[in-house]
């Protein structure tokens, strides 16, 4: 065996334990339309609460209406569908480009160990939501969605570890200024969401 | 010089078998199917190496059934993972070596 035989094996096994472990065909594309949806669902929200006069920014309120209340929760329900659909065709799509299957026991435990904190805080942010405490919604969305992709980034690109703690810090920060909740849910959702999936975009781009 | 070539593992000197220890190495288990996707293998190619490793007590196999369809899975043995470490060190040496 000569040296180049050594070098390519050590490349070989760190390849294998890296594909073993961990899904890679995490699509940055996606990344930026979900934050494009973030951004324009958050317009929208923006508009209709200024709109009808009953908040304006930097008071933490309280909405007496539900039918409003109920309008967001379709506004953020909507982002996120949308978000996941992009992801999976998007995902899908790079995942046969790279010759790696979609449902595998490593896309799974990633699957698992995003989906189980962030439901956790999906429902806590509807409870919160039930008991009137609108001005915890997104300090409590973005903590537990950063504590997802924190956990998720095991089994995945390792860069998505910054982006969730970086969306805890923000979901942290935001509760030192309650009620400018749809400002952070912009930035956090809207435009890390870009910002991180161009770094992916570029980061991979350039690998192929 | 002499020393660091008795720890290259004449079992590891080969590509199936580097992958499936490399695959075994960071997983708790790793079943049949998986591997063979992983390492772009025949089913009767990958099995005879699992044999061979098998043999020198590297990894263990396990069999259960999910629903009606078995299940193969494999982990390292600790003699696996003890001799699978001193192989990668002493493919490290050796490149330093020559570097």
């Given at each position: 065996?000569?040296?180049?035989?050594?070098?390519?094996?050590?490349?070989?096994?760190?390849?294998?334990?890296?594909?073993?472990?961990?899904?890679?065909?995490?699509s940055g594309i996606s990344g930026i339309l979900a934050g494009?949806?973030?951004?324009?669902?958050?317009?929208?929200?923006?508009?209709?609460?200024?709109?009808?006069?009953?908040?304006?920014?930097?008071?933490?309120?309280?909405?007496?209406?539900?039918?409003?209340?109920?309008?967001?929760?379709?506004?953020?329900?909507?982002?996120?569908?949308?978000?996941?659909?992009?992801?999976?065709?998007?995902?899908?799509?790079?995942?046969?480009?790279?010759?790696?299957?979609?449902?595998?026991?490593?896309?799974?435990?990633?699957?698992?160990?995003?989906?189980?904190?962030?439901?956790?805080?999906?429902?806590?942010?509807?409870?919160?939501?039930?008991?009137?405490?609108?001005?915890?919604?997104?300090?409590?969305?973005?903590?537990?969605?950063?504590?997802?992709?924190?956990?998720?980034?095991?089994?995945?690109?390792?860069?998505?570890?910054?982006?969730?703690?970086?969306?805890?810090?923000?979901?942290?920060?935001?509760?030192?200024?309650?009620?400018?909740?749809?400002?952070?849910?912009?930035?956090?959702?809207?435009?890390?969401h870009i910002?991180y999936g161009a770094?992916i975009?570029?980061?991979?781009?350039?690998?192929? | 010089?002499?020393?660091?070539?008795?720890?290259?593992?004449?079992?590891?000197?080969?590509?199936?078998?580097?992958?499936?220890?490399?695959?075994?190495?960071?997983?708790?288990?790793?079943?049949?199917?998986?591997?063979?996707?992983?390492?772009?293998?025949?089913?009767?190619?990958?099995?005879?190496?699992?044999?061979?490793?098998?043999?020198?007590?590297?990894?263990?196999?396990?069999?259960?059934?999910?629903?009606?369809?078995?299940?193969?899975?494999?982990?390292?043995?600790?003699?696996?993972?003890?001799?699978?470490?001193?192989?990668?060190?002493?493919?490290?040496?050796?490149?330093?070596?020559?570097?």
């Open positions: 065996m000569t040296e180049k035989d050594y070098l390519k094996d050590i490349s070989e096994i760190k390849d294998i334990m890296n594909r073993s472990t961990r899904f890679l065909s995490l494009i949806y973030a951004l324009i669902g958050g317009t929208i929200a923006y508009k209709l609460l200024t709109q009808q006069g009953r908040w304006t920014r930097g008071e933490a309120y309280t909405l007496t209406i539900s039918s409003l209340a109920v309008i967001l929760v379709v506004i953020a329900g909507t982002v996120a569908m949308l978000s996941v659909v992009s992801a999976y065709v998007l995902t899908k799509r790079k995942a046969v480009q790279n010759n790696e299957k979609m449902w595998t026991p490593v896309s799974r435990q990633l699957l698992v160990s995003f989906i189980i904190p962030l439901v956790t805080g999906g429902i806590f942010a509807l409870l919160l939501m039930y008991r009137g405490d609108y001005a915890l919604i997104a300090p409590t969305t973005l903590i537990f969605y950063g504590l997802a992709l924190f956990n998720a980034s095991k089994f995945t690109l390792s860069t998505v570890k910054y982006l969730g703690l970086l969306e805890v810090v923000l979901g942290l920060v935001s509760m030192l200024f309650l009620g400018n909740g749809l400002f952070f849910w912009m930035l956090g959702f809207g435009v890390l910002v770094l975009y570029i980061k991979l781009d350039k690998k192929s | 010089m002499h020393n660091i070539i008795k720890n290259i593992n004449k079992i590891f000197d080969h590509r199936v078998r580097l992958g499936i220890m490399s695959a075994l190495m960071v997983n708790d288990f790793v079943d049949f199917n998986t591997l063979k996707e992983l390492l772009n293998v025949t089913d009767g190619n990958l099995a005879s190496h699992l044999k061979a490793l098998e043999k020198m007590a590297y990894i263990t196999v396990t069999k259960e059934f999910i629903g009606r369809k078995p299940n193969t899975k494999y982990n390292t043995t600790p003699a696996g993972t003890e001799a699978f470490k001193k192989h990668i060190v002493a493919l490290e040496k050796i490149i330093k070596m020559q570097q």
